[in-house]
């Protein structure tokens, strides 16, 4: 994979930032999430990868990440594409998902996955998948310890991150918030944006962050999504009926 990005762009203008994850070839969750984001006054989007994996729509995606993002990085199941190692990491589900990935993408989309960065710096906020301390190990963050643990090793004032399927706000005082927070200057975060492709929280609802730098809030949305579409053309692909019967469960 490509190079870890730590970008300082030293100061810039405040503006709304949506941040996604985990789309996971889920095209019918990726428009509903844009299209919500038309009526919100968005300036740009960051994705934090796991594009592709799971749903059977992995090109459409891409596609459609690489014209609206403005940065975008790695996800485990985006490194899987070309990565024995990895591959050999995912579940029976998603290891039969990627080898669907492998045979409808262009070699051209397999490189531009390859291409991405680990995580994106800016301002003293991280951008990554899984967690800014050591992302290429996959570790999940699903409760105030994990975050408190991680903590330790992270120095940044913000985090984002994905790659649970479930979103959750996590302060390193202790404090636990659910879907908004104000971000206070003396405080350090972790933000976990949930997934826009494959929610795993008993909510089908696609999930994404807005992190407004002027307001210093940041919040969780939920939005809804042509569920039976999505889990048709899972059937139709042939992939197994589990990753078809999760999206309206939401896990």
């Known amino acids: 994979m490509g190079e870890e990005s730590a970008t300082d762009r030293g100061t810039f203008r405040q503006v709304k930032t949506a941040v996604i994850s985990d789309v996971h070839s889920n095209i019918e969750a990726l428009t509903a999430v844009f299209s919500d984001l038309e009526d919100a006054e968005i300036e740009r989007v960051i994705c934090l990868g796991d594009i592709v994996g799971y749903g059977a729509d992995p090109e459409e995606c891409l596609r459609l990440i690489k014209e609206k993002c403005d940065e975008v990085v790695a996800g485990n199941h985006d490194c899987a594409l070309r990565d024995l190692e990895e591959y ?4 029976p589900y998603a290891a039969e998902a990627m080898d669907y990935t492998r045979s409808v993408l262009s070699d051209e989309w397999k490189n531009y996955l390859e291409s991405l960065p680990m995580k994106f710096v ?4 991280v951008y ?7 992302p290429e190990n996959w570790s999940y963050i699903v409760s105030r310890e994990d975050a408190l643990y991680e903590f330790r090793y992270f120095k940044g004032s913000a985090a984002f991150i994905g790659h649970s399927h479930k ?3 996590y302060c390193h005082d202790g404090d636990t918030f659910d879907d908004e927070v104000i971000l206070n200057e003396n405080k350090r975060y972790i933000i976990n944006v949930g997934s826009v ?4 929280d008993g909510n089908s609802h696609a999930a994404y962050a807005v992190y407004d730098e002027e307001m210093k809030k940041v919040s969780i949305n939920r939005v809804k999504y ?4 999505a889990a048709g053309k899972i059937k139709e692909a042939g992939l197994p009926d589990f990753l078809s019967s999760r999206l309206a469960a939401g896990i």
Do not use: W
Request: net charge negative; glycine share 8%; aromatic share 0%.
């Open 88 to 91: 050999s990491l995912l579940n």
């Open 128 to 134: 990554v998948h899984s967690s800014p301390h050591k």
């Open 197 to 200: 492709g494959q929610p795993r």
């Open 226 to 229: 042509d569920v039976e579409a």
């Open 122 to 125: 800016e301002n003293n906020i």
């Open 167 to 169: 979103s959750g706000i």
